[in-house]
């Protein structure tokens, strides 16, 4: 009975995965959906088909979604793949990244050199996960990032919480772009440390008004 179970359930999915190359989208994203749902690890690479290269921007979501709820490494994987190939908007793949269990994944395309055009991104999903274990990932970004992952990284260091982000969050008051300055001073006023408030009063005169 227990074999023929299994049997049926790999019916449906051998069924979910044709799906997924049908002639119309809706039947294209339920088929993703569904493998998702009851396919195996090796499975999701025909949802991951769908997710960058479906000409359906739906279904393309709905692929991206489902792989946020299954919630496990491999789904990480293949949505930090979509980030880097721009499968959908960043802010959308953002989204569906920024949980605990997508934290190994993105650390690890962070290291990669052609994570290069998606590294904002990556900086900001980190921060929305909630996971402190990865503000010593986005420290480093706060000396040696870009302008854009400079500032992404103070405001992912604010979400995050942690006492021990401070210190970076001050020497970025000293930051040359503006832009970051304000976000370091929006991150220390969310943590709330009194640390911070001799450098924040001093920042009241600073040149650009934004800060």
Do not use: K
Not at 42 to 67: F, G, I
Not at 124 to 152: C, K, N, T
Not at 162 to 173: D, E, I, K, N
Request: aromatic share 4%.
């Amino acid at each position: 009975g227990l074999v023929g179970s299994e049997m049926c359930i790999r019916d449906r999915v051998d069924v979910a995965i044709a799906d997924t190359t049908h002639r119309h989208a809706e039947h294209r994203a339920l088929g993703a959906e569904l493998v998702v749902l009851i396919g195996r690890d090796d499975d999701l690479t025909h949802v991951a088909r769908v997710l960058h290269e479906d000409p359906d921007r739906q279904a393309r979501r709905v692929a991206a979604r489902a792989l946020s709820r299954r919630g496990d490494d491999t789904s990480a994987r293949h949505l930090v793949d979509g980030l880097m190939r721009a499968s959908l908007p960043g802010d959308r793949l953002v989204e569906q990244l920024s949980y605990p269990f997508a934290v190994p994944a993105m650390i690890e395309a962070l290291t990669r050199p052609e994570s290069v055009d998606s590294r904002g991104d990556l900086i900001a999903a980190l921060g929305l996960s909630g996971e402190q274990s990865a503000m010593f990932v986005v420290a480093r970004f706060v000396r040696d990032g870009d302008d854009d992952e400079r500032l992404r990284a103070c405001r992912a260091l604010g979400r995050l919480g942690c006492a021990q982000a401070v210190p970076l969050l001050l020497f970025a008051m000293g930051d040359p772009s503006h832009t970051v300055r304000a976000m370091a001073a929006r991150s220390l006023g969310e943590l709330g440390d009194r640390r911070a408030a001799p450098v924040l009063e001093v920042s009241l005169r600073d040149t650009d008004w934004w800060v």
